[in-house]
Nanobody, 114 residues
Framework: VQLEESGGGLVQAGGSLRLSCVVS????????MAWYRKAAGKQRELVAE???????NYVASVKGRFTISRDNAKNTVYLQMRSLMFEDTAVYYC?????????WGQGTQVTVSS
């Protein structure tokens, strides 16, 4: 399974970014998809996840600001991020899961300047 994230970058506080993750080597529609992030000096945390049926879940700190979505026809999961804050600065990783087996991308850096 291969995952390739894109869309990270440098943005000012209050701005927006959309991350994309293209998945290959698996039946995308059968996978749960998730975005995690790892900030310097902090533990990795789940940001958002979306089930194969489209149910979503978010960490409290991003509810109302981030939206996870998937396009099964494009084997792609997205993370739309709005009202970005300095605290959102991290490396964002895309994950694809079937059962207990997860695969991960290399990550994309998101830096929010205050």
């Amino acid at each position: 399974v291969q995952l390739e994230e894109s869309g990270g970058g440098l943005v000012q506080a209050g701005g927006s970014l959309r991350l994309s993750c293209v998945v290959s080597g698996t039946i995308f529609s059968s996978n749960r998809m998730a975005w995690y992030r790892k900030a310097a000096g902090k533990q990795r945390e789940l940001v958002a996840e979306i089930s194969s049926s489209g149910r979503t879940n978010y960490v409290a700190s991003v509810k109302g600001r981030f939206t996870i979505s998937r396009d099964n026809a494009k084997n792609t999961v997205y993370l739309q991020m709005r009202s970005l804050m300095f605290e959102d600065t991290a490396v964002y990783y895309c994950g694809a899961g079937v059962g207990e087996l997860w695969s991960w991308g290399q990550g994309t850096q998101v830096t929010v300047s205050s």
